[in-house]
């Protein structure tokens, strides 16, 4: 098992910034390939970013790309998600999720994560 803990989430005005932090433990955090999703009201819940577990590759959905930057202290057992731009679209709860690989290092997934945190709320007013 992996136990995510998320915080940093917020009420901020349109064009502001958070960063949200998620803590892992339960497995060697190096292991493990990590992402962010969020869901909106009345939404389905959609994939954010994902960062590898070397940390060197990263991927991001298009509709955050150029605002929103995931990052990993592996030192830390730690993802982050930089957040800065916001608009009130991004309003939602974001969860961090896990998932352990095996072989590659270098890989970024968007699908087929196994563990979830409970969520951070992100509310972005006009």
């Known amino acids: 098992q992996v136990q995510l803990v998320e915080s940093g989430g917020g009420l901020v005005q349109a064009g502001g910034s958070l960063r949200l932090s998620c803590a892992a433990s339960?497995?060697?955090?190096?292991?493990?390939?990590m992402g962010w999703f969020r869901q909106a009201p009345g939404k389905e819940r959609e994939f954010v970013a994902g960062?590898?577990?070397?940390?060197?590759?990263?991927d991001a959905a298009d509709s955050v790309k150029g605002r929103f930057t995931i990052s990993r202290d592996n030192a830390k057992n730690s993802v982050y998600l930089q957040v800065n731009s916001l608009k009130p679209e991004d309003t939602g709860v974001y969860y961090c999720?896990?998932?352990?690989?095996?072989?590659?290092?270098?890989?970024?997934?968007?699908?087929?994560?196994?563990?979830w945190g409970q969520g951070t709320q992100v509310t972005v007013s006009s």
């Open positions: 339960g497995r060697p955090f190096s292991l493990i390939a």
């Open positions: 999720a896990a998932t352990q690989t095996l072989g590659r290092d270098d890989l970024v997934y968007r699908r087929g994560y196994i563990f």
């Open positions: 960062i590898s577990r070397s940390g060197g590759n990263t």
